[in-house]
């Protein structure tokens, strides 16, 4: 294997690792998001959050419609 061809996979490879880790840190974070929404909706002590929630929801979104991006990426 010729050296730039090793450069090459090296980079790719790279890539890859940086996008996985990106789509991990993605879900997670809308697991902390998801733990969060629960806790509002289930304590029954103070009112509902409607502001809080609509940005857990929001963001939860975009974090989801990231990882569809980032996934694609890796299928070609």
Same mark, same amino acid.
């Given at each position: 294997?010729?050296?730039?061809?090793?450069?090459?996979?090296i980079?790719?490879?790279?890539?890859?690792?940086?996008?996985?880790?990106?789509?991990? $840190? %993605?879900?997670?974070?809308?697991?902390? #998001? &998801? /733990?969060?929404?629960?806790?509002?909706? !289930? =304590?029954? $002590? %103070?009112?509902?959050?409607?502001?809080? #929630? &609509? /940005?857990?929801m929001h963001?939860?979104? !975009? =974090?989801? $419609?990231?990882?569809?991006?980032?996934?694609?990426?890796? /299928?070609?």
């Open positions: 294997m010729s050296e730039t061809s090793k450069d090459e996979l980079a790719a490879q790279n890539e890859v690792i940086g996008i996985l880790f990106e789509v991990i $840190k %993605r879900l997670q974070a809308n697991n902390d #998001l &998801d /733990e969060e929404y629960f806790q509002i909706i !289930e =304590n029954k $002590k %103070r009112p509902i959050n409607k502001k809080r #929630l &609509d /940005e857990i963001e939860r979104t !975009e =974090n989801a $419609k990231i990882v569809t991006k980032l996934l694609k990426k890796l /299928e070609v």
